[in-house]
């Protein structure tokens, strides 16, 4: 499973909220977070033969990823790698990215969730993978849900 942080494990504040928060100490610093979707995702990710990844440009590298993954939101939830990025982040870095990390590891199957994965993200991943694969795109103000959750547990199952 690898996931993105905005808009997708932390969905992106509609203008109202930032209305509310702007004068909050640190604000944007807050991660608008379904609980019950991050312990969702993390009980999944204790299944066996499930790893987790996080392809974020919140994390580009170690580092950071474990500050927010040990930070006091996560705390120690999703706890895995960052998946390096390949060239410069750009438009095609997320997809590419992948890509090259999945080749590496060899996963049997993917699940990708973010809401900037290509519209064509599963038949590239077809392409150059051949493996099973789901690929989640949540809407930016909503981010995973739970019935996301139960697609990625049924995914599991299948595969």
């Not at 590419?96 to 993200?121: G, T």
Request: contains cysteine; glycine residues 4%.
């Amino acid at each position: 499973m690898v996931f993105d942080v905005d808009d997708t494990i932390s969905r992106f504040y509609r203008e109202e909220e930032y209305a509310e928060h702007r004068d909050d100490p640190n604000w944007y610093e807050l991660l608008p977070l379904d609980e019950a979707v991050v312990d969702a995702l993390d009980e999944l990710a204790h299944l066996p033969g499930v790893d987790v990844a996080w392809l974020t440009p919140w994390a580009p590298n170690q580092d950071y990823l474990d500050h927010l993954i040990n930070g006091a939101r996560l705390r120690g939830r999703l706890a895995e790698r960052c998946v390096p990025w390949i060239g410069k982040p750009d438009k095609a870095w997320r997809l590419r990215s992948l890509l090259a990390f999945a080749e590496r590891y060899h996963p049997r199957a993917l699940v990708w969730a973010d809401d900037q994965a290509p519209r064509k993200a599963g038949q590239r991943i077809d392409e150059r993978l051949d493996i099973p694969r789901l690929v989640i795109r949540p809407h930016r103000n909503v981010g995973l849900t739970v019935d996301d959750v139960h697609r990625v547990r049924s995914f599991i199952d299948d595969h």
